[in-house]
Nanobody
Framework: QVQLVESGGGLVQAGGSLRLSCAASGGTFSRDIVGWFRQAPGKEREFVASITRSLGITYYGGSVKGRFTISRDNAKNTVYLQMNSLKPEDTAVYYC?????WGKGTLVTVSS
């Protein structure tokens, strides 16, 4: 059974960068669209970005547009989220998603 495994989270200062990875473990992504969501403490889960694996078409949530970049490496069954100019309000658990399948998340903490 395919699982989504996130990695790359950590503690970073405001203005810094991190790159998250989402790997399809035990198989391949079963759908074309893969997305990233995030959930901060006490808040609802929020859409961050998505990409179509076939054509690389991308979509971004308004709060990250211009700072985050989603990409994919189909040969590695991996989707990336490059996060630049990080802000304290970007602090959250970041989840990889495909359809009804969710990873367990990776924590990103941005200090001011």
């Amino acid at each position: 059974q395919v699982q989504l495994v996130e990695s790359g989270g950590g503690l970073v200062q405001a203005g810094g960068s991190l790159r998250l990875s989402c790997a399809a473990s035990g198989g391949t992504f079963s759908r074309d669209i893969v997305g990233w969501f995030r959930q901060a403490p006490g808040k609802e889960r929020e859409f961050v970005a998505s990409i179509t694996r076939s054509l690389g078409i991308t979509y971004y949530g308004g709060s990250v547009k211009g700072r985050f970049t989603i990409s994919r490496d189909n040969a590695k069954n991996t989707v990336y989220l490059q996060m630049n100019s990080l802000k304290p309000e970007d602090t959250a658990v970041y989840y990889c998603n495909q359809g009804n399948l969710w990873g367990k998340g990776t924590l990103v903490t941005v200090s001011s």
